[in-house]
């Protein structure tokens, strides 16, 4: 372990993230900052560590009754004119301080100042979260070693301006597409033109009503969109294809399956193909260790719209929530920061929740 | 002109067509063919020959009251496996048996055939014409050599199936552009969703009546097609901007200014970029020359909807008509072929009229 970068982790929460941020660590080159995370938590000593890749688990064995997942990604976008990090009065400003360096130290704080929680812990830091899913360390961990998931609750430090955001919408990708006949344009009534019939796939999105469910005691706002339109054959050419790329982003209380037959009835006599399909996750905030949750931190809890990798706890049956520092908003903005007392208020209500 | 690939002008128009096929000649690859028709007609010595690029003129000056212009391209689209021409029963097949050889052997058997003219000839033979506009030897001599264009009448001698089409159809492209505001698909309602603004571009389209003037006794049928659409920045990005590309073909009572004024009335309240824009032309059918070339040919004359170079020679003041073997629909398909009856049909007439 020797060259590896020094991590202190009984430094401030605010000088913790900074030195995260400042381990550069886009997608693809978390190797650095994984190894600062691993030597830190092994020296700790009172942790399990494993380390699979880029990602790290480490763990409490102290046979409480309840065990609890605290989660970050190691990994950012790419930089952007925006790294290495600088400290404004109330704020750190720079790449991975709001997505999700900050929550990252926040479960650091926790790992080495919480020798003695009042439930077990798992901590995850993993890579390959901002790419392709394929290159997801949960993703890859959940398949290889799933007794690592065995929790009854996970947090996911994901940014939420420190409120628990419950849950996430499932998202589905599917091409519309529209057949006609080719023909010279000179000539045009001898074709069909395909892109023309796209008008009524069109106009069927801006007729889209959303749903609004409330899923155990949180309002989804659900969403229908074109995100992509393409077609044509040459600047002369009657085009005999048009494909629509429409995305339906659906509350966790419908599955994957009924979102797939939602959209195949909503876009009924067009072909179909679906591209991407990921289900959502109810917030479960109702679980015991979720309300218990909620109710130290004493705030609100609000729905996540997004996506996020809550839905990979919820499939593997642990309820999951987002809750950490930083303005899911700002996230890959070249502009992102956190704000100081946001970090020090999730390390204090975490601390609370773990030790009360 | 050693080492030229000779040409035999004395051979009959359906040997003459087959030997100028399979001198391959692909836009950008005319050298050898122009070289051979040059030869060729060098050769006859009662015409005066200029050569400017793989662009060959050639011209009787015989004194009379009355000079017209035969004119076709040297050039082909690229080999589709159809190269070199077989000879079937009553067809030749193959690259350039009808996009147009077949018309250019008519041309030269005129040129060998007919040294006394009723009326003076000018003979093109050109490059370029089945690529961008930049490369066409006929647009490059209309500005560097205009007098060579002086003349009372032209026939192009495109494939028409051996019937008088007059004037062209023109042609403009616009790129129709809708915007919008970006945001996240999974909480869409911050944005403003470009492509569904679409829906009223391609309903205007789908509402497009189109006009069907009759033009100097033909009568042209217009179209409004689009011919290409795109939009969309991320799969999980509702996007700020869709581009539908238009493409207007206009009758030739309509000017350049005229159509792209009716577009963007018809697509008020959209951004409007034009791309590209041609002029028709105008049948001219009533005018002394071109009605007693239509009177020898015997045949209906018909509106010719694509936009060819007879608008070139319109735009100089030359009516225009075009004439020649093959089926138009046949030009630039893998199955090209003309019928040898149509060869010798179109010789025999184009003699009758320079000789009767």
Known sequence: MSGMPSLDLSQDVVSLTRTLCDIESVSGNERAVADA?????????????????????ARTELGRPERVVLAGHLDTVPVNGNWPTRLEADRLVGLGSCDMKGGDAVALRIAASVPQPNRDLTFFFYEGEEV???????????????????????????????????GCQGTLRVDV????????SARSWRGDNAIHKAAAVLQRLNDYEPRRPVVDGLQYHEGL???GIHGGVAGNVVPDEVRVSVNYRFAPDRSPEEAE????????????????LAPGARPGLQLPAAAAFVEVIGREPRAKMGWTDVSRFSALGVPAVNYGPGDPLMAHTQDEFVQLAELRECEERMVAWLTG
Chains 1, 2 share one sequence.
């Open 37 to 57: 995370v691993e030597g830190a938590l092994r020296s700790l000593g009172h942790l399990r560590v494993e380390r699979d890749g880029d990602t790290v688990m």
């Open 132 to 166: 392709e899913e394929e290159r997801n360390g949960l993703k890859r961990i959940a398949a290889k070693h799933p007794a690592w998931f065995d929790a009854d609750f996970a947090v996911l430090l994901e940014p939420t301006e420190a409120m628990v955001e419950g």
């Open 177 to 184: 597409v529209a057949h006609g006949t080719r023909a010279h």
């Open 225 to 227: 969109n074109a995100v």
């Open 261 to 276: 037959a939602f959209v195949r009835e909503y876009f009924a006599g067009y072909d179909l193909e679906v591209t991407d």
